[in-house]
């Protein structure tokens, strides 16, 4: 099982390690933990589908692979700004992927290659005792739109969850945490 990485230390350590190494892998990351997608449909990202040759889109849409449903979601100033730094140092076609593999002809980089990249990043950060994958960016979304106090049935809705435990179970969320809730609302 794969975790979020619960605080916001240990997103911004991996976020300054990504981009020291690679804008591209800097953005693959943004936008893992800004946009709930599976890896499948990040890696799929064409330049056209975040980029309108001139700005980033205010709103991204994809066809997800696993679900053949259509999702719409707005790009957050962090996330265009990690488009416009992409962008910026790589001259890339419209019609080019944006995670393109350096090994192939315009193909994207696999779930495995993207894998190690976050598993490396993990390492460097001295954060290798958290089984976190290419999924766990997807759950770091959700676990802090949660931590922030958004719906459940949003969350649900985000994630295409069927109920609130389904939710709770997919983010990690301990005891103590829902322990913290009622603490700290204190009536």
């Not at 593999?101 to 598993?119: E, F, G, M, W, Y």
């Not at 490396?120 to 922030?148: P, Q, V």
Request: net charge positive; charged share 30%; aromatic share 10%.
């Amino acid at each position: 099982m794969t975790y979020p990485l619960k605080e916001k230390k240990q997103i911004d350590l991996v976020k300054m390690y990504l981009k020291s190494k690679s804008i591209r892998n800097y953005l693959m990351f943004t936008m893992g933990i800004s946009s709930a997608l599976r890896i499948s449909d990040i890696l799929n990202l064409k330049v056209s589908d975040i980029y309108d040759g001139k700005k980033p889109k205010e709103y991204i849409d994809v066809k997800e692979k696993k679900t053949g449903k259509s999702k719409r979601f707005a790009t957050s100033p962090n996330l265009q700004k990690s488009i416009k730094e992409f962008v910026k140092a790589y001259e890339l076609k419209q019609d080019e992927y944006v995670f393109v593999s350096r090994k192939s002809d315009n193909k994207p980089i696999t779930r495995q290659r993207a894998v190690q990249i976050l598993t490396e990043a993990l390492d460097m950060c001295g954060l290798s005792d958290i089984n976190f994958g290419s999924h766990g960016m997807r759950k770091t979304f959700a676990y802090h739109l949660w931590k922030r106090g958004t719906d459940i049935t949003f969350l649900m809705r985000l994630l295409n969850h069927s109920s609130p435990r389904e939710v709770l179970h997919y983010i990690s969320v301990e005891q103590e945490e829902l322990d913290d809730i009622y603490v700290n609302l204190n009536l």
